[in-house]
C-alpha cells in the first residue's frame, strides 16, 4: 500500500534550522495537495504547511515567515525548510498527502507518515 516516510528530525538549538523530507511510496496514481502537521505531547495536531500540486502554499500563523514547504513531483516528495525555530516549534511532525489511487475512480484518500521527532531546546 502507500507509505510515507519522514526524515530529517533531531534535536536543534533555538535559532537554528532543520529541514524535514517526506517520501512517498506504493500504489497510487498521483500525490494531490501535501502537507505537514505537528502534535505536542498533550496538545491536538495541528497543521503547519500544505501544498498544492500546483504549488500553492498555505502556513499556519505561527510558523509564517519561518518555513516553507516545498513538493517535487517527479520525486513525490515534500520538504519543510524550518528556520529560526523555537522551543514551542518542539513536536513530532507528520507527513500528510491526499491520495488519488486509481486513475478510473474519483476517490482521494488522505495518508499520514509515522512521523519524525523535532526538539528544539538549548
Known amino acids: 500500500q502507500v507509505q510515507l516516510v519522514e526524515s530529517g528530525g533531531g534535536l536543534v538549538q533555538p535559532g537554528g534550522s532543520r529541514r524535514l523530507s517526506c517520501a512517498a511510496s506504493g500504489s497510487f496514481f498521483s500525490l494531490n495537495a501535501m502537507g505537514w502537521y505537528r502534535q505536542a505531547p498533550g496538545r491536538q495536531r495541528e497543521l503547519v504547511a500544505t501544498i498544492t500540486r500546483d504549488g500553492i502554499t498555505n502556513y499556519a500563523d505561527s510558523v509564517k515567515g519561518r518555513f516553507t514547504i516545498s513538493r517535487d513531483n517527479a520525486k513525490n516528495t515534500v520538504g519543510l525548510q524550518m528556520n529560526s525555530l523555537k522551543p514551542e516549534d518542539t513536536a513530532v511532525y507528520y507527513c500528510?498527502?491526499?491520495?488519488?489511487?486509481?486513475?478510473?475512480?474519483?476517490?482521494?484518500?488522505?495518508?499520514w507518515g509515522q512521523g519524525t521527532q523535532v526538539t528544539v531546546s538549548p
Open positions: 500528510n498527502a491526499e491520495i488519488k489511487i486509481s486513475s478510473i475512480s474519483f476517490r482521494v484518500r488522505g495518508f
